[in-house]
């Protein structure tokens, strides 16, 4: 007995569009992805001016936000996979965030350490 295996083909990503509740990203394929920013929750807590900053990483086939530390691949976003960060993981970071927030509003020609 022959098994055939599909191997899906994975498109490089052209365009990303971040939302208040929506991540929509243009592949190279014509397709468009759109998934509920709660499923990154980095990017949820992220400002508008740090949702918007994001570059291409791995010839197009991830995202990357630096500020946020986030990065989400095309293939996971095909596959419908959610963030997979610990809830422990992301509360220190939330709390590493205010911290270092608090930092910069009291000392804001310092910029971020």
Same mark, same amino acid.
């Given at each position: 007995?022959?098994?055939?295996?599909?191997? $899906?083909? &994975?498109? &490089?990503?052209?365009? &990303?569009?971040?939302?208040?509740?929506?991540?929509?990203?243009?592949?190279?394929?014509?397709?468009?992805?759109?998934?509920?920013?709660?499923?990154?929750?980095?990017?949820?807590?992220?400002?508008?001016?740090?949702?918007?900053?994001?570059?291409?990483?791995?010839?197009?086939?991830?995202?990357?936000?630096?500020?946020?530390?986030?990065?989400?691949?095309?293939?996971?976003?095909?596959?419908?996979? $959610?963030?997979?960060?610990?809830?422990?993981?992301?509360?220190?970071?939330? $709390?590493?965030?205010?911290?270092?927030?608090?930092?910069?509003?009291?000392?804001?020609?310092?910029?971020?350490?």
């Amino acid at each position: 007995m022959r098994i055939s295996t599909a191997e $899906a083909e &994975v498109h &490089v990503v052209e365009n &990303v569009t971040v939302t208040e509740d929506t991540l929509t990203v243009d592949l190279s394929d014509g397709r468009t992805i759109s998934v509920p920013l709660a499923w990154y929750p980095r990017l949820l807590h992220g400002s508008k001016k740090e949702r918007n900053n994001w570059r291409l990483i791995g010839k197009g086939y991830g995202i990357r936000w630096e500020g946020l530390d986030e990065d989400i691949s095309v293939e996971n976003l095909i596959l419908g996979q $959610a963030s997979g960060e610990s809830q422990s993981s992301f509360e220190e970071w939330l $709390a590493f965030r205010k911290v270092r927030r608090s930092k910069t509003k009291s000392h804001p020609l310092k910029g971020n350490p």
